[in-house]
């Protein structure tokens, strides 16, 4: 299992990025693809999940302004943040578990300036 992050980016406040985490097979069988960020100095940090059974989950300092989503045909679990801030900058990783094991997504930088 591979996966693969992309769509990261510069944007200055109040602008929005879609983050795409593209999973080697079919993702029918995962239990739950989480999207993770880190700045340095901090502890990296669960912004948001998706189960098998399309229930999510977000950090309080996201809910509202972004959403994951999957799509099973492209094998790629999504990231859409809106209204973005200094806050959220950070290197955003896609996190993969499934019954046989739990599988990393390089990072990508998202960088919010004002």
């Known amino acids: 299992v591979q996966l693969q992050a992309s769509g990261g980016g510069s944007v200055q406040v109040g602008g929005s990025l879609r983050l795409s985490c593209g999973i080697s097979g079919s993702i029918f069988s995962f239990n739950a693809v989480g999207w993770y960020r880190q700045t340095p100095g901090k502890q990296r940090e669960l912004v948001a999940a998706i189960t098998s059974d399309d229930s999510t989950n977000y950090a309080d300092s996201v809910k509202g302004r972004f959403t994951i989503s999957r799509d099973n045909a492209k094998n790629t679990v999504y990231l859409q943040m809106n209204s973005l801030k200094p806050e959220d900058t950070a290197v955003y990783s896609c996190?993969?578990?499934?019954?046989?094991?739990?599988?990393w997504g390089q990072g990508t930088q998202v960088t919010v300036s004002s």
């Open positions: 996190n993969a578990v499934f019954n046989f094991g739990r599988y």
